[in-house]
């Protein structure tokens, strides 16, 4: 056992993935450290981790298993060691590369800032990916829900949730309120609260490279970058302009931009087959180009506020946050963090009653990531399985005529059931 995981609880002995340049090398019995997370968490994280062990021992019998290497965070890290995000945690996540996380508890308005947030600065999680892709006999609000398929890209390190943020009558926020006063000649009224909103050209380009890469690989049809640089010109404008230079100077010969597919362009209309088309949207618009021309978008790229607020609405309108999945990656180093979308709904906690598939297709990315495809797919579709079975938790039993919800551990169960059928 690593002396690192001497303080852990490990079911098992099994060894370290290693990350070199974005490439892992991952064994056949990987330490996976996970964080129950608070609220609802060890709830969700429970049921995932059963259900993914049942598809690991399904796809691989004895051959492979995942090693699960219990990291804190949260309320049970403040009562173990007297901080909400201790260092020996961020360490394990770093030395044993890919993690499984529940949500965490966000104080809104007051105390500290974003643990989630703190998590992906800390270890420059970069990228926040989040496919939302429909399964079919989900209840959704959508006419053509079908339609939707798509993987957001959300830079994950600066924007607003940089955390450069300043009370309202602070010493802080009277120092700087004069200082663009006296020095830039903008005015901001005396009783403000002041935060800043930096967006880098470094970080705009390494997730916009991500995405463009991505949509490589994977066959994808067209990158879109979504941004409001029409009032905020040298922000979320920069975010445009960087992204539109990462696509024609490092991927010319892979993209065809929207312009040049104008009739009177090079291409006449008509884009060349296997190249992905790039364009660019305003973060407004975008919202009701999601709804009202779901099939047109495949992957969209955006920074961290507005990708926050677009894939919240693209769960919507896959049938909500329950279904949804989210993984933090520095594709760089391979070190990930996956988790759930959604939040600790701390009034439904130890109730058995909330829907782990967001959890559990968490997971189905970290199979992914680590490469146990076969894993990934009995998932998936003993997920989609359940769901046609009309065997749900109560916050898709509410949507659906005649379905009685079953709970967290019973739909658990449903999952690894189907998973022996398929």
């Known amino acids: 056992m690593d ?40 709830e969700v994280v429970r049921a995932a981790i059963r259900v993914l062990d049942a598809a690991v021992e399904g796809a691989y019998g004895t051959r492979r298993r995942l090693n699960w290497v219990e990291a804190y965070a949260g309320e049970k890290a403040r009562r173990e060691y007297g901080e909400a995000l201790p260092e020996e945690t961020l360490k394990t996540i770093q ?50 829900p079908e339609e939707l398929d798509l993987v957001i890209f959300r830079e994950n390190t600066e924007d607003v949730y940089s955390g450069i943020e300043f009370e309202e009558g602070s010493e802080e926020a009277r120092r700087l309120i004069d200082f663009l006063r006296k020095e830039l000649r903008s005015e901001v009224r005396p009783d403000s609260a002041i935060g800043i909103k930096p967006i880098s050209e470094y ?22 970058i979504v941004h409001k640089g029409n009032i905020m010109k040298y922000t979320e404008g920069g975010f445009m302009k960087w992204a539109y230079e990462v696509a024609n100077t490092e991927f010319k010969d892979k993209i065809v931009t929207e312009s040049e597919l104008k009739p009177e362009g090079p291409y006449r209309g008509v884009a060349p087959p296997g190249k992905i088309i790039i364009r660019d949207r305003l ?9 009202l021309r779901t099939g047109e ?5 955006l920074p961290n506020l507005n990708g926050d607020y677009i894939s919240d609405l693209a769960a919507a309108m896959a049938g909500g946050l329950g279904l949804a999945p989210g993984a933090n990656i520095n594709f760089e180093t391979g070190v990930a963090v996956f988790e759930p979308t959604h939040g600790t709904a701390p009034a439904y906690a130890n109730q058995d009653k909330v829907n782990p598939t967001s959890t559990i297709l968490s997971g189905v990315l ?43 551990s019973k739909f658990a169960d449903a999952i690894i059931e189907n998973m022996q059928v398929i």
Not at 211 to 223: G, P, T
Request: hydrophobic residues 40%; positive net charge; glycine residues 8%.
């Open 95 to 144: 030395e044993h590369v890919v993690a499984l996380k529940g949500p965490l508890e966000t104080p809104i308005a007051e105390g500290y800032r974003s643990l989630n947030v703190a998590l992906r600065q800390r270890l420059d999680l970069y990228a926040c990916v989040r496919p939302v892709k429909y399964i079919p006999s989900a209840p959704s609000r959508l006419k053509h």
């Open 283 to 291: 973060a407004d618009n975008m919202f009701q180009q999601l709804i």
């Open 297 to 301: 978008y495949d992957v969209l790229v």
């Open 366 to 408: 970290m199979l992914r990531h680590i490469g146990w495809k076969e894993a990934a797919d009995k998932v998936e579709k003993a997920v989609a399985r359940t769901i046609s079975q009309r065997r749900v938790t109560y916050d898709l039993a509410r949507q659906l005529e005649g379905v009685q919800p079953i709970g967290t």
């Open 203 to 224: 970080a705009t380009k390494r997730i916009v490279r991500a995405a463009i890469d991505y949509a490589i690989r994977n066959n994808r049809r067209s990158v879109t």
């Open 3 to 42: 002396a690192s995981l001497k303080n852990r609880t490990v079911k098992g002995e099994g060894s370290r993935i290693v990350g070199i340049s974005g490439i892992l090398s991952v064994p056949d019995k990987p330490n996976i450290p996970y964080i129950e997370g608070d609220g609802i968490g060890p």
